[in-house]
């Protein structure tokens, strides 16, 4: 099969070890976990790095976005917040972030004074979370666009090419909504 991917897993443990280093120790996820090959690497990620500082995931602060399969986006719908609320949340994508910060604001909780946010994806800076800037792992996606153009084009030409699965690596983009709480 030949496909050309966003780094999910390595991004969501890179997202996760960043709040560690800015001092939390208690984080959730926001993704419906094997809703899509994506949210579920990234969770896969994000359990990595809680598994590398000797912590389990708490199933209470794994929060559900949306249904299982096609479903889209429902914050508000599915979304159940814990009792004892962690410091930090790595959601699967910047949408559901912006989403998520504006629900847990309808809550009453202020990002990032009583809850930090990530995202993933770095499509979406702003738009609904009072332009705060989401922290977030940004796709390359000119490289992905690059490596596909290149399968394509060995295809349509008939040329031989190594293909099978690329993983295009991203970075961390600092933003406005992790609290330091060293």
Not at 112 to 136: A, M
Request: hydrophobic share 35%.
């Amino acid at each position: 099969k030949d496909s050309v991917i966003s780094g999910s897993y390595y991004g969501a443990y890179i997202l996760t070890n960043y709040l560690f280093d800015n001092g939390h120790k208690d984080i959730g996820y926001v993704g419906t976990v094997l809703a899509t090959p994506s949210i579920t690497d990234r969770y896969l990620g994000y359990t990595r790095a809680l598994m590398e500082h000797g912590l389990q995931v708490r199933p209470e602060w794994v929060l559900d976005d949306r249904g299982l399969g096609r479903g889209s986006i429902d914050v508000e719908k599915y979304v159940k917040l814990p009792q004892k609320m962690p410091t930090a949340f790595v959601c699967n994508c910047d949408i559901s972030a912006i989403r998520f910060i504006n629900y847990l604001k309808e809550k009453g909780y202020k990002v990032p004074q009583d809850v930090s946010v990530v995202g993933y994806d770095d499509f979406v800076y702003s738009g609904g979370s009072d332009d705060l800037g989401i922290t977030t792992y940004k796709v390359d996606m000119d490289e992905m666009v690059r490596r596909t153009m290149k399968r394509i084009l060995h295809t349509f030409r008939g040329e031989e090419y190594r293909g099978g699965l690329s993983i295009v690596e991203g970075e961390l983009i600092e933003r406005d909504s992790v609290k330091k709480i060293l």
